[in-house]
């Protein structure tokens, strides 16, 4: 109908020959007047913004239809709650309690703690025993351990903590031998016995005795605590054990604290200094030859000297 009324429209107009101006409606494609143009210009417009006013009341209608409570077929559904996001450490179950994690996710989780710092001790411990303390820094350890400075510091605060951690490890790495010395044990076989180990160790680990050494040289500023309860306990126990075995006549009266330290002093040798023991020898305790010699020389030394006579 409106197509219609445009082409009578045109029509009507037709009779406008004044100055014979003619052009083309490019929709319509009627022969329109150039005078006549503005109007059918105007009728174009007044139906255009009909339109929109059309389509404009139709999109509100259909608006207003679906935010009614009763014509909303979704508004109508029950609402779909929001997917809860979980963690790696608990889960949801359908009822919403928390479910703890199983013993075997939380000795896994341990587990890799127990690996990354040991890694990380392993790390500091290396290059501490090579450049010190102060010759150290934190991002050559989490480099060396291939980890990054920032979880290195979640498992050592400081250098500082993560350099007394690496001592006391080593403390008790070194010291548990002498833990196992006993009233029941026959002294030569123990101290024997004890010899041999402290000897695998300096051989085995070196650089636990080079930096308990350089620790101790210093003054041992970080670790004087430990050296003054827990080491100065073993030792005043030891030394009753080693007392004991003299006054059952199993070794020659000899200062038992002085004992200790001889036997420590001949085989954590080896280790210490065991650049100038290969520049003299030309060997070290990595061969088994040389370590035998090394440890049968000491025990005759040792035991010769405390056996009962």
Known sequence: MQAKNRFLFVFN????????????????????CAHCIPDVQKMRSAEAGQRRSCAVSSRRATVTTRLTPTGNAVKDQTPTPPRRRLTASKTVNAQG?????????????????????????????????????????????????????????????????????????????????????????????????????????SRDHPAESRLFCMEIMQGAPLLLGELEQPLRDLVQ??????????????????????????LWATTQHYADFRVQIEAVTGRTLDDPTFFEQTLQSLQSLILNGVRPR
């Open 97 to 201: 309690a928390v479910r703890e994690p199983s013993a075997s996710a939380l000795n896994r989780r341990a587990r890799l703690i127990e690996s990354k710092r040991g890694a990380i001790l392993q790390a500091a411990l290396e290059l501490f025993s090579r450049f010190g303390l102060h010759g150290t820094s934190l991002d050559q350890v989490a480099t060396q351990a291939d980890v990054s400075k920032t979880n290195l510091l979640y498992y050592f605060g400081s250098k500082e903590e993560l350099y007394v951690n690496v001592l006391r490890q080593l403390l008790e790495v070194w010291l548990r031998p002498l833990q196992a010395f006993s009233v029941e044990q026959d002294p030569i076989e123990a101290i024997s016995d004890y010899l041999r180990v402290k000897l695998e160790l």
């Open 237 to 262: 126990n030891k030394v009753a054990v080693i007392q004991a075995w003299i006054d059952a006549g199993k070794l020659s009266p000899v200062e038992p604290h002085h004992l200790i330290f001889s």
């Open 13 to 32: 107009r037709l009779g406008c020959f004044k100055e014979n101006v003619w052009t083309t409606w490019s929709e319509t494609e009627h022969l329109v």
